[in-house]
């Protein structure tokens, strides 16, 4: 099949899980459209069956917000007509999900049918989305695309419960390949952030303010005097800063390392002996995922879908927003142990082994071909 693939080129989850899904997708012999503004982080390397195609914004004085939009369904419409597109599949509703109907609309006025699936993956929906700016359009996105899926069931509840849905919303979870997760000491970071021992405790992110780096910090900070840890943060975003600011004001500074984006982070989970996301929402948690199917167990907040991927008490511990002395004090029971931190890293790779991307890639080919067949 000829898919076009529209995402957002960044850190951000939705364009990982894009990414990926275009070249699992092309490693099966479908040839993949990236269509994005720059090229996208994890699109790195030449790989056959795949094509990127970027989407340029003219710029003119009148202009005071530019009309990417625009530019976007222009690029849509050319890249359909031209490679014969059989499906657009367009990931992170805003702006993505009306930009596809109207360019499946122009598409149309040419003799070409060009079916929507929309993936809808969190803040999409649960922060913007639902914000009054946006709404009328997103609802009527999610009604008239040919199909719409839900990275978790915890965010199909959310997209029913904050817009008028008349569409079907499937979940298909979001996955990760597996077998990329291998320990390889060798080349651990271990040996320099924590060169007496010390454990590592571990967060990646865009570092916004949903991600609550704070209670990261503060959790650390008890974790520290109980354990002799160093706290390794991964990403960068308007977080990082206030984030350094409050290292600096608890005198903790030569614990906490900033090591700032890094692309493949394989190679650098499987140093850590627990990751933690204390976030205040979280459709998914790919970076949860990551950690686990590393061996790594996850001190999280019980929000969104994280409950739907790991396991209270088994694969790591659920806290409340905000209670940071509970994620502590549960890092502290993993982390004091050796046999005990095992058997949680036992599990939390078991557990990772259930969104592992043979199981979840047949899922949306088969998707793929119920839309087409539709026409
Ligand atoms: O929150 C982020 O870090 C980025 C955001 C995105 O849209 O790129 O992530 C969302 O989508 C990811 C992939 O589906 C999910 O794993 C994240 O949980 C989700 N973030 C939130 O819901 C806050």
New binding site residues.
């Given amino acids: 099949m000829k898919i076009g693939m529209v995402l957002?080129p960044t850190f951000?989850?939705?364009?990982v899980?894009a990414t990926e899904l275009g070249m699992a997708l092309a490693r099966k012999g479908h040839q993949i459209h990236f269509i994005s503004y720059s090229q996208p982080v994890r699109l790195d390397r030449f790989m056959e069956n795949v094509f990127y195609h970027e989407v340029n914004v003219p710029s003119y004085p009148l202009f005071e917000y530019h009309p990417y939009e625009t530019a976007l369904t222009s690029k849509i419409v050319n890249v359909a007509l031209h490679e014969r597109l059989d499906i657009l599949h367009v990931h992170?509703a805003i702006p993505h999900a009306s930009v596809a109907l109207l360019a499946k609309q122009i598409v149309l006025s040419k003799g070409m049918h060009l079916p929507i699936i929309c993936t809808l993956?969190?803040?999409?929906i649960?922060l913007v989305g639902k914000d009054s700016s946006y709404k009328p359009v997103i609802t009527y996105a999610i009604n008239h695309s040919d199909a719409v899926t839900a990275?978790s069931e915890s965010l199909r509840q959310d997209t029913l419960r904050h817009f008028e849905v008349i569409n079907n919303i499937r979940v298909i979870y979001?996955f990760i390949d597996t077998s990329l997760y291998k320990f390889n000491p060798d080349e651990c970071i271990k040996k320099i952030t924590s060169p007496n021992g010390e454990k590592v405790i571990m967060h990646i992110?865009?570092f916004?303010p949903?991600k609550r780096i704070p209670d990261i910090i503060r959790a650390f900070d008890i974790i520290r005097k109980h354990i002799p840890s160093k706290l390794v943060l991964i990403g960068d975003g308007p977080e990082r800063q206030p984030a350094e600011d409050l290292v600096g004001t608890l005198g903790i500074s030569k614990d906490v390392i900033f090591l700032g984006k890094i692309k493949s982070t394989e190679n650098i989970l499987p140093c850590a002996d627990l990751f933690m996301l204390p976030?205040d929402?979280?459709?998914?948690?790919?970076s949860a995922l990551e950690a686990m199917a590393s061996g790594v167990p996850v001190i999280s907040t019980n929000v969104?879908g994280v409950p739907e991927v790991q396991i209270h008490g088994k694969t790591g511990f659920l806290s409340n927003v905000g209670d940071y002395a509970d994620m502590a004090k549960n890092a502290i029971y993993i982390l004091e142990n050796d046999e005990r931190r095992k058997q949680f890293s036992e599990n939390a790779k078991l557990r990772a082994a259930d969104f592992d991307i043979k199981k979840i890639l047949p899922i949306y080919e088969n998707l793929y071909q119920e839309i087409r067949n539709k026409q």
């Fill in positions: 957002y951000g989850g939705s364009g899980v992170y993956h969190g803040t999409d649960t990275v979001n992110s865009n916004r949903v976030s929402a979280e459709s998914f948690g790919v969104g």
